[in-house]
């Protein structure tokens, strides 16, 4: 008989209690809550990721036939559906975002000197897009996205080098992507790779006077002008490597400065790409690598929806289904943490 601790105690440990008491603590979503606190409601939502419970029910169920067990779980006692039900309606799910972002700090610092492409360059490696869940449009009208149904964005910044999110933030299906770049924290010397949902001038010169670099698809109407061209290397696939200077209308003022155009034929799937960048130094076919292990960011949300296992929201409140999406991020960090860990005392071992 097993009389050591749980494995959802243990994976917890790795979830900084004290560090959740400072992002309740800003705000102050623990006022007069006498039993069911915000932790003990962040526990119910772990649990019933973590055992892959298909929803709400399905979770307080699975607790209340194993009463004796939920004081080792950290629970105490059985929840009430309502109880919880309404802590994900009213708790502000900001709480979970910034408890999110502070265990991706320290996923993050574990895999500091790993890299995962083919590229070797100094400054990191970002991927920016989206993922769509969709939703009921009857039910979550505070979410439109189509004139038939709703949605909601999940908007990602993930390092390449590591495959960990640099930032998550959940907005409103009819949001357009490019606002998104508001809000991502820039770093000097780093990469931003991104699709043409994202092409916006003014934002990338912003990108520009931060001294960070971005790589993106060029739209097929792009008016520009030619300055010079280098010698292209077609042996693999480059057609052409153009500085360009922007001719359109609002374009010209929103990005007055010299871009860097590139033409690449990918004979494989016999595509043809145009890429824009302001970095002139990087070797053109560095430009296409980069684009081309943006495509991680994809198996990124590909891993995320094979193992968030809760098939519907714990709410049909924005705050209900933010908190709920938030939760299920930060079981799932806090997964990653243990299993660096683990893998570290084997090869301690």
């Given at each position: 008989m ?10 917890m440990?790795f ?13 102050k979503?623990?006022y007069?809550a006498?039993e ?8 119910c939502?772990?649990?019933?990721q973590l055992?892959?419970?298909?929803n ?15 004081y080792?779980?950290g629970i105490?006692?059985a ?10 309606e009213?708790r502000?799910?900001r709480?979970?975002q910034?408890?999110a972002?502070k265990?991706?700090?320290q996923?993050?610092k574990m895999?500091e000197?790993d890299?995962q ?8 490696v970002?991927a ?9 449009l ?8 189509r004139?038939?149904k709703?949605?909601v964005?999940i908007?990602?910044?993930?390092d ?5 999110p640099?930032f ?14 508001d809000?991502?924290?820039l770093q000097?010397?780093?990469y931003?790779?991104?699709?043409k949902?994202?092409?916006d001038f003014?934002?990338f ?5 931060e ?8 739209k ?8 010079k ?5 077609k042996?693999?696939g480059?057609?052409?490597?153009q ?8 374009s010209t ?17 016999e595509r043809t790409?145009v ?6 130094k990087i070797k053109t076919?560095?430009v296409?690598q ?8 994809e ?5 995320i929806?094979?193992?968030?296992k ?10 209900a ?10 079981s ?5 943490n ?12």
């Amino acid at each position: 008989m097993n009389k050591g601790r749980m494995a959802f105690a243990k994976i917890m440990d790795f979830a900084s209690r004290d560090i959740f008491k400072i992002c309740v603590n800003c705000y102050k979503d623990n006022y007069k809550a006498k039993e069911f606190t915000c932790w003990k409601q962040f526990l119910c939502m772990s649990f019933g990721q973590l055992t892959h419970r298909q929803n709400m029910s399905d979770t307080l169920l699975c607790l209340k036939l194993n009463p004796d067990k939920l004081y080792h779980l950290g629970i105490g006692k059985a929840i009430n559906k309502s109880t919880l039900s309404h802590a994900n309606e009213s708790r502000d799910w900001r709480i979970y975002q910034d408890y999110a972002l502070k265990l991706i700090d320290q996923a993050k610092k574990m895999y500091e000197g790993d890299n995962q492409l083919e590229v070797n360059l100094r400054g990191r490696v970002f991927a920016l897009d989206s993922t769509t869940a969709d939703l009921c449009l009857e039910v979550f009208l505070w979410a439109p996205f189509r004139s038939t149904k709703a949605a909601v964005k999940i908007h990602t910044l993930l390092d390449l080098k590591t495959s960990i999110p640099e930032f998550i933030f959940i907005s409103e299906g009819n949001i357009h992507d490019a606002k998104m770049m508001d809000l991502i924290p820039l770093q000097k010397g780093s990469y931003y790779i991104m699709i043409k949902a994202y092409v916006d001038f003014e934002r990338f010169y912003t990108i520009r006077q931060e001294k960070a670099y971005f790589v993106v698809r060029a739209k097929e109407n792009l008016q520009f002008k030619r300055i010079k061209s280098r010698t292209p290397d077609k042996t693999i696939g480059i057609l052409c490597d153009q500085d360009i200077l922007l001719t359109g209308i609002n374009s010209t003022n929103k990005y007055p400065e010299h871009l860097r155009r590139i033409k690449f034929y990918d004979a494989e799937f016999e595509r043809t790409f145009v890429f824009l960048t302001n970095h002139f130094k990087i070797k053109t076919q560095t430009v296409t690598q980069l684009y081309k292990h943006r495509w991680g960011i994809e198996l990124f949300f590909k891993w995320i929806k094979q193992n968030l296992k809760i098939q519907c929201f714990w709410g049909s409140s924005e705050n209900a289904v933010k908190n709920s999406n938030m939760g299920c991020h930060i079981s799932l960090c806090s997964g990653i943490n243990s299993k660096k860990e683990i893998e570290a005392d084997k090869l301690s071992i």
